[in-house]
């Protein structure tokens, strides 16, 4: 069982980024998904989660409007489209799977190796 997230790089503030996470060894059906990230010097925090159908979605404070989360079954895939990126958005992002829906990183089971986002100019 493994999740493969990708996508990170560095980008300007305003700019856009989109993370991928894409999973092995076992189908996304019936997993809700879950981002998070950690930046330098804190702890790992909520920032999207999206349910197996992707009829609901949750979002950090920090992110609502800017940021959104979207799952292709058909893909194994869930994606985290970053948009108006700001400086505090640099962290690494981690995509996580567990049955139902959640905010909570100790709820999650499986965890992707996480992809770094910078934003700076």
């Known amino acids: 069982v493994q999740l493969q997230a990708s996508g990170g790089g560095l980008v300007q503030p305003g700019g856009s980024l989109r993370l991928s996470c894409t999973a092995s060894?076992?189908?996304?059906?019936?997993?809700?998904m879950g981002w998070f990230r950690r930046a330098p010097g804190k702890e790992r925090e909520f920032v999207a989660a999206?349910?197996?159908?992707?009829?609901?979605?949750y979002y950090a404070d920090s992110v609502k409007g800017r940021f959104t989360i979207s799952n292709n079954n058909a893909e194994n895939t869930v994606y985290l489209q970053m948009n108006s990126l700001k400086p505090e958005d640099t962290a690494v992002y981690y995509c996580?799977?567990?049955?139902?829906?959640?905010?909570?990183?100790?709820?999650?089971?499986?965890w992707g190796q996480g992809t770094l986002v910078t934003v700076s100019s």
């Open positions: 999206v349910s197996w159908g992707g009829g609901r979605t």
């Open positions: 060894g076992f189908t996304l059906d019936h997993y809700a």
């Open positions: 996580a799977a567990r049955y139902g829906i959640s905010r909570l990183v100790s709820e999650y089971r499986y």
